[in-house]
């Protein structure tokens, strides 16, 4: 059997100048495996220089940098040979003896002992027994794992199928058509099969994820976006995995979102991917299932150490067969079948391949993995109901129905563990030794013994540590099952812990399934836990002061002691339970009393999801004192404050205030009631900055405090968040324009340039409008601009980019064509014109597209912010494919490739009903060409219908001929103030599917 160990090595090396001598390696392992940064190499007792040296073939031998010492730690992952070069002085070059180390690419981390104690009968015969790992946990007879690859139900339909979940209303999701269980009912019965000593265990699957559609916060089937296809939150994964569900890769892509081409790139991707998974699941997932069909996936996945397994498509892979006592489960000897289908056929077809596997010898039967592309999930669920009711806990019992990671796990402990065993006093002792390996979170081993007659009327003693355990016996026959994972315990607290919180019938089955699975002490502590938590509580006692004080403050504070569980509580001085008036048991439980002196009574009830306690009585005497407030203080006593929000503490006595009032005036005028509930008061301060003074006057039913103050100095922080040059113009024609800064605080002073750093500039006295005169060049032009308060604080550098162009604009034209797309695009025509491309798409976040004339000059802006446009252009024209014109041998100005779109309204929208773009170009008069081109008929019928607009001039097209590429509607003087806005409407009159193909905006002469 192979082992791996954690090794120190050491060379002892005597050194003369003739030979240098080394202690010969002495182990017992079978093979030797060592672990990264687990070595040490250390010489004896030698005269000279030492430099180790590392080789691959022990033939070119390189020096290791700052290896001048008598010892190597070595802290690389690389097999080779090493040794030590050592001379002394003018002595020839002497070397140590060649050590080879072995590394291993899956390094364990530790063991865990198991013991067992098995009482025996007499007679036994020590040389017949035999213990073993059994080929199956629960020593079962068949293998079946699924996974859910692609599927969007695993949460609500296939999670709530294993275990009896509510499934929701209208959440199944159906691609065939096939019918589906009427949705919003309970299923009938979880899916489980047993131990075979009576421990039920629920049938577990495999989830396929997507990591980078995690970082979206949600998991999506192949080649859908994860908004859109959200099924498992990070909550609902985590309580899959308690449930025994795992998660393998599918496709993987790294921080970029580019998915891998080579090993490199696929070592990359995957990095990414498990940091994003184990953020997601709380485990590193260990398992590759090949995506798609490619086989790359499984090349690569041989090479990286965070691929423990992988499964692939029917092809270039082997069955697993566990049985078979050269079964190898190492991912470099055998990458496992995954049966996978496309459509609802694969019912029959995997229960006919279970079948006959189960009829055939154990020899022949492999390990059955399904998955199923983009099926139906109630189609995944008949599959395992058909399973659980012929092979599971409903049928022969003969089946185990783990997710992969079990699977694999289970295989990987049974070819690594030690069993050691001896007979003493009529006691079978037998020590388990399995190594731990990492990301492994199935601590569970089964046993299987064989000649040994268990005294039944003795138990069987196992390891402490051992949180699960369970056997059975026919007559020589043992099987032994074990679960050392302390997680189980914390699962059956959780479980228990949702009962009582929720009291309904599926979490208590939960509770249930937890429990049943620790052994026979824990599961009596904890079905103690689970009964007494389905009690009324009872109350003890009330504690706050001792019974017979005097209390002087109307509001107390209660804490109630008590026995058993309770969620929620309620104190009044009605003896009346209130449906109204239950508050949590975690918050802080107070009454106020009512404003007179005497004795005032007390009633307290407690309840949980299930009882409600009786009523515990008591009562106190109270003796109102007056409230008196005594000082206010701001902002914990500060003189000044950069936030016009500040906290108000008070310091007050006597009887606790019912309300407060606060101001900056004196008399409170305008100023309301406030009821009271904490001594720190909130408040904002009235604009603008400057020196403030607070009050505040408490009232109790005893009486008003008196009025007090306190003073602070509110400064807003300068800040410079943004500047606009000439109201957000893209394009101007006069060398001198205007700076309006976005700012908080008080700026005394202010510099700009058109130098980033303000070398150039000194400071000048700032106003909320600044003129700055541009340097004389056409073209782009950025400035910078910063402010100054008065007591030297310096703001942000803020800048703003527009193109100053030529004056002279008369006769220059600007072609638009709008597309889908989101960038503005630029296309070039055969007669040296330009045309604009121009994105329909509208966000918040994309800066206004500079637009060029039909030269190639930057000429205007088309607005894209919605923030800065109308309503009715916050939604953008669509393009209306159904319409498009069908142009051929085009004779007009502009090619088919041009004017082949068609962007119109929906049919439905009828005037006042519009929508349209808005561009910004010089003031001046104007001239819209707009081209009408369709194929349809039916529009063209209607075509008088169809309204264009431009700054509230309106025209309507006439006599425009079917796939037009030559007839223009004409809007003649246009205005275009100084503000500089050119709003363009599409309109109809009647359902005519308005819109246009490309505009022509000329400047006329003035």
Not at 551 to 566: H, K, N, P, R, S
């Amino acid at each position: 059997m192979k082992k791996r160990a954690f090794l120190f090595l050491f060379i002892l090396v005597t050194l003369t100048c003739t030979r240098v001598l080394a202690q010969q390696l002495v182990h017992k392992n079978d093979s030797l495996d060592v672990l990264d940064s687990s070595v040490r190499l250390q010489l004896g007792d030698y005269r000279g220089n030492v430099v180790w040296q590392h080789s691959l073939d022990k033939r070119q031998w390189n020096d290791l940098e700052g290896s001048n010492r008598n010892y190597l730690d070595i802290n690389t992952d690389r097999t080779g040979f090493y040794r030590a070069r050592i001379q002394d002085g003018t002595c020839f070059v002497n070397y140590s003896d060649t050590v080879e180390l072995n590394y291993v690419s899956t390094p364990t981390y530790g063991n865990d002992t198991l013991r067992f104690q098995i009482p025996i009968h007499e007679g036994y015969h020590p040389d017949s027994i035999r213990v073993y790992i059994p080929a199956l946990k629960y020593n079962k007879a068949m293998a079946v794992s699924w996974i859910n690859d692609d599927n969007l139900n695993i949460w609500n339909w296939v999670h709530a199928l294993i275990n009896r979940k509510f499934v929701h209303t209208g959440s199944l999701q159906n691609h065939y058509g096939l019918d589906h269980p009427q949705p919003g009912f309970y299923p009938k019965e979880a899916l489980e099969y047993t131990d075979g000593a009576g421990v039920r265990h629920r049938f577990a699957g495999t989830l396929a994820i997507f990591p980078h559609l995690m970082e979206d916060m949600g998991l999506g089937r192949d080649g859908l976006a994860a908004s859109n296809n959200k099924f498992c939150s990070p909550r609902e994964l985590r309580i899959l995995r308690d449930f025994g569900t795992t998660a393998c890769y599918h496709d993987i892509k790294d921080s970029a979102g580019i998915g891998p081409g080579n090993q490199e790139s696929y070592d990359r991707a995957l990095k990414h991917a498990s940091k994003v998974a184990t953020g997601f699941l709380d485990y590193t997932p260990k398992i590759m299932a090949e995506p798609n069909g490619n086989h790359s996936y499984m090349e690569w996945g041989k090479n990286n150490p965070l691929i423990q397994m992988q499964t692939a498509q029917n092809t270039v892979v082997d069955r697993y067969y566990p049985f078979s006592k050269q079964a190898s489960i190492d991912k470099s000897d055998i990458v496992v079948e995954r049966m996978f289908y496309n459509g609802g056929s694969f019912v029959d077809e995997m229960l006919e391949r279970i079948e006959s596997e189960m009829a055939g010898p154990d020899s022949l039967r492999s390990w059955l993995i399904g998955a199923n592309h983009e099926c139906s999930a109630d189609i995944e669920g008949r599959f395992f109901q058909e399973v659980y009711q012929r092979f599971g806990a409903a049928g022969t019992d003969q089946i185990w129905f783990p997710s992969l990671d079990e699977f694999y796990e289970y295989q990987w402990i049974r070819q690594q563990a030690e069993i050691k065993s001896h007979i003493q006093a009529n006691v079978l002792e037998v020590e388990l030794i399995v190594p731990r390996q990492e990301n492994f979170w199935f601590n569970e081993v089964s046993l299987q013994l064989e000649n040994v007659a268990f005294d039944t009327s003795r138990t069987i003693a196992i390891s402490d540590h051992c949180v699960g355990a369970s056997w059975h016996w026919q007559d020589s026959l043992g099987h032994i099952h074990v679960n050392y994972n302390p997680k189980t315990q914390q699962r059956a607290a959780k479980a228990i812990r949702n009962y009582l919180r929720t009291a309904s019938d599926s979490d208590r089955e939960d509770a249930e399934y937890f429990i049943q699975l620790l052994r026979p002490e824990l599961k009596a502590r904890y079905t103690t836990e689970l009964q007494q938590g389905t009690m009324a509580p009872v109350i003890e006692d009330l504690q706050y002061r001792q019974k017979g004080d005097t209390i002087q403050q109307g509001l107390i504070t209660v804490e109630v002691v008590y026995q058993g569980i309770a969620t929620h509580v309620q104190i009044s001085s009605d003896s009346i339970a209130d449906p109204n008036r239950w508050q949590s048991i975690d918050e802080p439980l107070q009454l106020a009393l009512e404003y007179r002196e005497g004795i005032h009574p007390m009633f307290v009830y407690l309840k949980n999801a299930f009882e409600t306690s009786s009523v515990f009585k008591d009562s106190l005497y109270y003796k109102p004192q007056a409230l008196q407030l005594h000082a206010i203080l701001i902002d914990q006593g500060n003189r000044i404050t950069r936030s016009e929000n500040i906290r108000v503490e008070t310091y007050f006595t006597g009887t606790a205030p019912t309300h407060y009032r606060i101001s900056e005036d004196s008399t409170f005028a305008r100023s309301n009631w406030i009821p009271f509930s904490g001594s720190t008061l909130s408040f904002a301060l009235s604009k603008p900055s400057g020196k403030k003074k607070v009050y505040v006057q408490m009232k109790a039913e005893s009486g008003l405090s008196k009025i007090v103050s306190d003073q602070i100095e509110w400064i807003e922080p300068l800040s410079l968040q943004g500047l606009s040059i000439q109201s957000g113009a893209q394009v101007v024609t006069n060398q001198t324009v205007r700076l309006t800064p976005s700012y908080l605080g008080l700026p005394e002073w202010y510099r700009a340039s058109e130098t980033a750093d303000l070398s150039d500039v000194e400071w000048r006295p700032f106003s909320d409008s600044i003129f700055y005169t541009l340097s004389e060049d056409i073209g782009n032009k950025t400035v910078y601009l910063q402010l100054q308060e008065s007591d030297g604080s310096l703001s942000e550098i803020a800048a703003s980019t527009l193109y100053m162009s030529s004056p002279d604009y008369v006769g220059r034209k600007m072609i638009v064509v709008p597309y889908e797309g989101k960038e503005a695009k630029i296309i070039p025509m055969d007669q040296g014109h330009v045309i604009n491309h121009l994105p329909l798409w509208q966000n918040e976040f994309y800066d206004n597209t500079l637009l060029l004339d039909h030269t190639g000059i930057a000429w205007a802006t088309r607005i894209t912010k919605p923030s800065q446009l109308p309503s009715e252009m916050q939604k953008p024209l669509t393009i209306n494919r159904d319409k498009y014109p069908e142009l051929s041998e085009n004779t007009g100005v502009y090619p088919d490739s041009v004017i082949n779109n068609y962007f119109a309204l929906p049919e439905k929208e009828l005037l006042p009903l519009k929508k349209g773009l808005r561009f910004i170009l010089p003031e001046g008069m104007y001239t819209l060409q707009i081209l009408l081109s369709t194929r349809d008929e039916t529009i063209l019928a209607k075509q008088s219908s169809i309204v264009y607009e431009a700054n509230g001039i309106r025209v309507s097209p006439q006599d425009i001929p079917v796939n037009n590429n030559q007839v223009f509607v004409c809007i003649a003087n246009v205005p275009v103030q100084s503000d500089g806005v050119l709003d363009f409407y599409v309109g109809q009159t009647d359902k005519a599917v308005a819109g246009f193909n490309l505009i022509e905006i000329i400047r006329e002469n003035e």
